[in-house]
């Protein structure tokens, strides 16, 4: 049984230190701050302060380890072998890396170095890439540009959203770090540098970006729509409301050349096959499926439609 710390704080964390608990000894877990949420913006605590809470495991909620060193000192007295790390959201100086004699590992939501940095499960989506997974690395002092340990590769489905991903990535990478870290400590398994080539580096997630561009291709706002759910999702205005896409497709080619011949405008809402709402886009069309009115429920787009009859012929921005 190894004693270690766990860092984390997001849903996609709670699997993995499920399975460290399971076989080893959580000293504490260290996690983002509570956060002011919802309406009342009443201080919420994150998924894994709960899981750490329920079972009687310490927790420490810094905001910056360089702003707080007294931290740091709480990790050197705790004595860990190791820390494990799972969408902390917080910097670890090189103070903190030196902690631990095995270092710290962490569980990175793609196939590095494809995709380094702060959202790589939202960007495998935007990319339109093929499949992702998880690698299990040594953390040093750049970003995500440490040596692997282990890597285990899943298929990104037509329908993923960063949700379902992120869902299914937690818990291969809850088990690929339950398999990897008894082999890491017993040095049956040596980190190995990253591949040079391919890296690509995946920013902070904005929420001004998330704003459809119609002019862009109908696969590439699809993308996003998935990419950006749950948050922040994407949305358009009409008649200065802001209208939320939550869900969406593209049209055959015949379709959309035959609103074209008609005339459609670029981000023109139209009619076709009787029921189905569509956008023309900069290529092909983008058929809506659930939207939502500001502060109003979720409708399927043809609903939506029988209520809002203006909506059809309406250029969307």
């Given at each position: 049984?190894?004693n270690l710390?766990?860092?984390?704080?997001?849903?996609?964390?709670?699997p993995?230190?499920e399975?460290?608990?399971r076989?080893?000894?959580?000293?504490?877990?260290?996690?983002?701050?509570?956060?002011?949420?919802?309406?009342?913006?009443?201080?919420?605590?994150?998924?894994?302060?709960?899981?750490?809470?329920?079972?009687?495991?310490?927790?420490?909620?810094?905001?910056?380890?360089?702003?707080?060193?007294?931290a740091?000192?709480?990790?050197?007295?705790?004595?860990?072998?190791?820390?494990?790390?799972?969408?902390?959201g917080?910097?670890?100086?090189?103070?903190?890396?030196?902690?631990?004699?095995?270092?710290c590992?962490?569980?990175h939501?793609?196939?590095?170095p494809?995709?380094?940095?702060?959202?790589p499960?939202?960007?495998?989506?935007l990319?339109?890439?093929?499949?992702?997974?998880?690698?299990?690395?040594?953390m040093?002092?750049g970003l995500?540009?440490?040596p692997m340990?282990?890597?285990?590769?899943?298929?990104?489905?037509?329908?993923?959203?960063t949700?379902s991903?992120?869902?299914?990535?937690?818990?291969?990478?809850?088990?690929?770090?339950?398999?990897?870290?008894?082999?890491?400590?017993?040095g049956?398994?040596?980190?190995?540098?990253?591949?040079?080539?391919?890296?690509?580096?995946?920013?902070?997630?904005?929420?001004?970006?998330?704003?459809?561009?119609w002019?862009?291709?109908?696969?590439?706002?699809?993308?996003?729509?998935?990419?950006?759910?749950?948050?922040?999702?994407?949305?358009?205005?009409w008649?200065?409301?802001?209208?939320?896409?939550?869900?969406?497709?593209?049209?055959?080619?015949?379709?959309?050349r035959?609103m074209?011949?008609?005339?459609?405008?670029?981000?023109?809402?139209?009619?076709?096959?009787?029921?189905?709402?569509?956008?023309?886009?900069g290529?092909?069309?983008?058929?809506?499926k659930?939207?939502?009115?500001?502060?109003?429920?979720?409708m399927?787009?043809?609903?939506?439609?029988?209520g809002?009859?203006k909506?059809?012929?309406a250029?969307?921005?």
């Open positions: 049984m190894t710390i766990f860092m984390g704080s997001p849903q996609f964390a709670v993995t230190l399975a460290l608990a076989e080893h000894c959580i000293l504490a877990v260290f996690t983002q701050p509570d956060k002011p949420a919802g309406r009342g913006q009443q201080l919420t605590a994150v998924p894994v302060k709960h899981w750490a809470v329920a079972h009687n495991v310490p927790v420490h909620q810094p905001k910056s380890f360089r702003k707080e060193p007294a740091i000192d709480v990790l050197r007295d705790l004595k860990p072998e190791v820390i494990v790390v799972a969408a902390y917080l910097i670890l100086p090189q103070t903190v890396l030196d902690v631990p004699p095995f270092g590992l962490n569980v939501g793609s196939i590095l494809r995709h380094r940095g702060a959202a499960i939202t960007s495998a989506i990319a339109g890439d093929a499949e992702t997974g998880i690698t299990i690395m040594k040093d002092a995500d540009t440490g340990l282990s890597v285990a590769r899943d298929v990104i489905r037509s329908d993923d959203t949700a991903l992120s869902e299914r990535l937690s818990h291969i990478g809850a088990q690929l770090m339950a398999d990897t870290l008894p082999k890491y400590l017993s049956e398994i040596t980190p190995q540098p990253q591949p040079t080539e391919g890296v690509t580096y995946s920013p902070k997630i904005d929420k001004a970006n998330a704003q459809i561009d002019s862009k291709p109908a696969s590439e706002i699809e993308r996003r729509v998935r990419a950006y759910t749950p948050w922040p999702g994407t949305f358009t205005f008649n200065g409301q802001m209208v939320k896409v939550l869900k969406a497709g593209c049209s055959p080619t015949r379709v959309f035959g074209q011949d008609a005339g459609s405008k670029i981000g023109e809402v139209v009619k076709f096959n009787d029921e189905s709402i569509g956008v023309m886009t290529e092909d069309m983008l058929v809506l659930e939207i939502q009115l500001a502060g109003r429920k979720t399927k787009a043809e609903d939506f439609v029988r809002q009859p909506f059809i012929g250029v969307l921005g």
